[in-house]
Structures are given as C-alpha cells and as structure tokens.
C-alpha cells in the first residue's frame, strides 16, 4: 500500500532552516511526481512546491520563491523540501502528496517558526 511518512519539523526561529524528509513506499517511486503543501491553523491547505517525475522540473508558491528548494533521491524514494530563511508565517503543517488515480497523503510534520 502507498505510504508517505514526513519527518524533519519543529520549531525555529525566524530567518532559521530546515530540512523536511518524506519517504515513500509501496510505489515506484520514480514514475510519480511529487509535491508538499502546508496547512497552517484556521487556513485551508495550500501546494508549497512540486516535482516532476522524469526531468525533476520544479514550481513553487510564489510566497516561498528563492527561500524553499524542493529535491528527490530516487535511489532513496525520498522527497525534500529545504527551507531557508523561516518566517512566522511559514507556520503550518507540513504534508507531501503522490497521486496514483487519487491522492495520497503522509500525516504531515509540524513546522513553527517562533522567536
């Protein structure tokens, strides 16, 4: 079966890093582009950033432009999300997303940014 599994959160400080994880399984990984969304309290969910499967040709919310750089290992069936230069407004539940003939979820990863 899919599964997708975040790891990488917590809490930073404003104009910190991190480094977000999600490990796929019970897919090719490889056939599938890739995508994160966040969903921060009383918001809907929102795409962060996405991947393609063959050429790894990357998009971007225009509010996380030149700060987030999302990447994939094949080799590794993950898919990451770095992101630089934090924000309180970067606030939010962070979840990567497959879609196999519908879409696939992890549980998501806290994400705060707080002084």
């Known amino acids: 079966q899919v599964q997708l599994v975040e790891s990488g959160g917590g809490l930073v400080q404003p104009g910190g890093s991190l480094r977000l994880s999600c490990a796929a399984s019970?897919?090719?990984?490889?056939?599938?582009?890739m995508s994160w969304y966040r969903q921060a309290p009383g918001k809907e969910r929102e795409l962060v950033a996405a991947i393609t499967r063959v050429r790894g040709s990357v998009s971007y919310a225009d509010s996380v432009k030149d700060r987030f750089t999302i990447s994939r290992d094949n080799a590794k069936n993950t898919v990451y999300l770095q992101m630089n230069s934090l924000k309180p407004d970067d606030t939010a539940v962070y979840y990567c997303?497959?879609?196999?003939?519908?879409?696939?979820w992890g549980q998501g990863t806290q994400v705060t940014v707080s002084s």
């Open positions: 997303k497959v879609i196999i003939f519908r879409d696939y």
């Open positions: 019970g897919f090719i990984f490889s056939d599938y582009g």
